[in-house]
């Protein structure tokens, strides 16, 4: 979508978070490949995409056929025993049957589906080949798939190959309706090809080129077109989805909120650091990142628990004098009345997470407690911002994993999953990087982590004195292998000008200790 200007990340979050909700697979992971076709790894959990931006059409065609394609592998993901090649002939026309029927099953749950189905369904006609321009054995497996799933066929055929593709296409539905009736799965599915196989007279090792769905960036696809091609789909549909209605298919109408949404998020975050304004500072820039590793679900769980009434900003509090009497308290000889506290936090952190390479044999700890962090601060509402340092090629660098003004999400967390532990700590250098954003930001506390001496201690006791003149409150947590270690580091830094400093032995106290600074400070 380089037109609509939609980030890559902003797409893969939304692609992630609809690929889990409709497969009911948490641990779903999707990127963009530079491939010609879309490929679903069913054991890596892993949804490679063709970029949006191949498709033809209107910056909202092309969401709305990248939003069926995820739909499509979601189901493949929920109800494929196996995924083949389609390479050859046996895994093409696998791949085919397995299309209708998790297409079939998945509508029982995705009613609502239908109409961009429809839609879909419109733009694959117009993307197929005509089969005068494909040779040999291949041109009746085309035609098989396209009689199979489109209901019709693009050119002519033999008569002789034409008759079998018609038989072969009753023959696969029967299959697919049996497989259904009788909860059959991948694997019953697989051993019917053969029946498929011989009806149309090929090998199961033909040779299938990848038909490939997009003719470049010549194919022009005219409203006439469209509407010719949609009125042959509606007609040849018919009997699987009952009465369509056209208008509401070319509208979009269940589409277009989600879309618009959509354009003003990305609109919103163009002016929210992720732009070049934040000079010195970069952003990951991968999306085949699994972030579900760095996801301690307990942790955050617990965290989330323990801090809720933070969330409400009331807390009961045990008094001499107050609202409400507490008679077992006065019995027990303990503060007799019970009065409601409201606690409110409003400073604004910006914290930098230190990724040297003594962190190395336990970074995946220490983003899965920093994760964990940002989870409940943003659970509560907190402003806050993430970035981190490390060394890439010989270079320090400065990484946004999220500003301040964003919310913490999956793109988020795919930045803070792919910055590896590296280098030396060059903080004065950092800070120096920082400066200008935290000039313009003014975050009330901007909090250090790191897990070793700074390289250069007297320029980073200047920084943290010109960033204190600025109104910052400079806090740092010193993190260790062990209590001795992380009270050492936490005393060294202490010498630098920090106006708090806390040591942090187990990685899992970080986030307690963090929020333990905003509530007091």
């Given at each position: 979508m380089q037109s609509l200007q939609l980030r890559n990340d902003i797409l893969v979050e939304i692609a992630t978070f609809l690929a889990r909700r409709w497969s009911e697979k948490?641990?779903?992971?999707?990127?963009?490949?530079?491939?010609k076709e879309t490929i679903t790894k069913l054991k890596e959990n892993k949804i490679s995409l063709v970029s949006p931006e191949r498709y033809a059409g209107t910056d909202?065609?092309?969401?709305?056929?990248?939003?069926?394609?995820i739909w499509y592998e979601a189901m493949r993901i929920r109800f494929c025993k196996k995924i083949l090649s389609s390479d050859h002939a046996f895994g093409f026309i696998l791949n085919t049957l397995e299309t209708r029927r998790v297409e079939l099953l998945g509508r029982k749950t995705w009613r609502g589906m239908d109409e961009e189905l429809i839609f879909y369904y419109t733009y694959l006609w117009l993307y197929r080949p005509q089969l005068g321009n494909i040779l040999g054995k291949s041109r009746i497996v085309e035609a098989f798939f396209q009689k199979f799933l489109l209901g019709d066929i693009k050119g002519e055929l033999q008569p002789s190959f034409s008759d079998r593709v018609v038989l072969a296409t009753m023959k696969a539905k029967e299959i697919v309706s049996e497989s259904i009736e009788k909860k059959h799965d991948t694997e019953w599915l697989e051993k019917k090809i053969p029946e498929i196989l011989s009806i149309l007279n090929i090998d199961a090792?033909?040779?299938?080129?990848?038909?490939?769905?997009?003719?470049?960036?010549?194919?022009?696809?005219?409203?006439?077109d469209f509407e010719k091609a949609m009125q042959k789909i509606i007609q040849n549909k018919e009997i699987d989805f009952g009465k369509i209605d056209k208008d509401n298919i070319m509208?979009?109408?269940?589409?277009?909120?989600?879309?618009?949404?959509?354009?003003e998020e990305n609109k919103k975050n163009e002016n929210k650091g992720l732009g070049s304004e934040s000079i010195g500072i970069q952003i990951p820039g991968s999306t085949n990142v699994d972030e579900t590793r760095i996801y301690d679900q307990d942790l955050i769980s617990n965290l989330k628990t323990k801090f809720k009434e933070w969330k409400t900003s009331w807390k009961e509090q045990q008094v001499f004098a107050g609202d409400e009497f507490d008679a077992e308290s006065y019995v027990e000889g303990y503060?007799?009345?019970?009065v409601d506290v409201k606690k409110s936090i409003k400073s604004k952190i910006m914290i930098l997470l230190d990724h040297s390479s003594s962190?190395?044999?336990?970074q995946t700890e220490y983003k899965k407690a920093t994760l964990a962090l940002c989870e409940v601060l943003a659970f509560l509402k907190i402003k806050f911002s993430v970035f981190a340092f490390n060394t890439t090629q010989k270079q320090v660098v400065c990484w946004m994993v999220k500003p301040e003004d964003a919310k913490w999400n999956n793109a988020c967390a795919k930045r803070l999953a792919q910055i590896e532990a590296n280098g030396g700590t060059p903080l004065a250098d950092v800070y120096q990087k920082m400066f200008p954003t935290l000039k313009s930001k003014k975050p009330d506390i901007f909090l250090t982590l790191s897990d070793g001496e700074p390289s250069d201690p007297d320029a980073v006791r200047f920084m943290v004195k010109s960033l204190k003149t600025l109104g910052i409150k400079m806090v740092a947590i010193g993190v260790?292998?062990?209590?001795?270690?992380?009270?050492?580091?936490?005393n060294n830094l202490r010498y630098l000008g920090y106006e708090k400093t806390l040591a942090v032995s187990r990685l899992k106290d970080i986030p307690n200790r963090v929020l333990a600074v905003l509530q007091t400070g």
């Open positions: 948490e641990k779903i992971t999707v990127e963009f490949s530079d491939k909202f065609d092309k969401y709305r056929q990248f939003r069926v394609a090792l033909t040779t299938v080129p990848l038909a490939v769905l997009w003719k470049g960036p010549g194919l022009m696809i005219t409203p006439q509208s979009g109408k269940s589409v277009a909120d989600e879309f618009k949404v959509i354009k503060k007799p009345f019970v962190i190395t044999e336990q260790g292998h062990d209590t001795f270690s992380a009270t050492t580091i936490a």
